[in-house]
């Protein structure tokens, strides 16, 4: 799906391409007239109009201009749309799952298509991001995703389990310069740091439990658990108690098919001499 398509789905967007449409009518202009004016092409305006693009900065700033509308009319839409297009950027559900996480003593973590955003090198988090955001999106994303990562060195760090398929250590996401990098992360973490374990499960290993995609269990002080599941456009956050029993059978499952720390050590840095 497109970032343009997104925004279409965006309120906001929408009400300000009526807006655009009601102030050029109301001045009698065509569309062809308005982009002259403003110094664009009619097709910008009509895309604008119809709510498939939303409005640019310097668009907005000529529109309040040109039509000289009280309160920068058109500019306060764009920081509007620019809001919420940042609130966006998340899957619906993620920031729930963000807040908890902060909060949490353990977590479970199976990753059957890419190295957990917890462990990510910076280039490694820019090479998996959704090419069709904007950049400024994307790089907004990177930040939120490196700061995540503080939990893991606090001064009372959670105890944080981590079981990643084997393919994920051969597909070459970025290149190889970013999977030497991210490797030698996943190595410098599962060695140094205490309570942390990264468990390779490998190829193969033929689970039921690992066939169903990624998901996150969180523990908390009260001994209560969350799990969390991501769809292509949503991330769902599980109290329900039945279900977050079966989420950690499967744990148990894919971490007793993994291996050993040990082992997964080297299975890591043997992928790591493959990108040499």
Known sequence: MSGDDEF???PLVRA???V???HREAAGLSRIELAQTLGCTPQWIEALEAGRKPLSEPTADDLDTFFKTPGRLFWTL????KKEGKHRAQLPGFEGFVEQEASAVSIDCFAPQAIPGLLQTEAYARAVMDTNKPADQREVLVKERMDRQGILG?????RAWFVIEEAVLHRPVGGSQVMREQLKRLLDLASAIQNIQVRILPLASVTWAS????????GFADSSQT?????P????LINIPPRVTAAAVRFSLVMGEALPASASRKLIHKALEDYS
């Open 211 to 218: 066939l169903d995609g990624s998901f996150i269990i969180l």
């Open 8 to 10: 279409t789905r965006d």
């Open 20 to 22: 655009i449409r009601a």
């Open 16 to 18: 300000a391409g009526e």
């Open 233 to 236: 456009d949503r991330g769902s």
């Open 154 to 158: 606090r001064p009372m760090p959670p």
């Open 227 to 231: 799990a969390y599941f991501e769809s």
């Open 78 to 81: 764009w920081t509007e749309i």
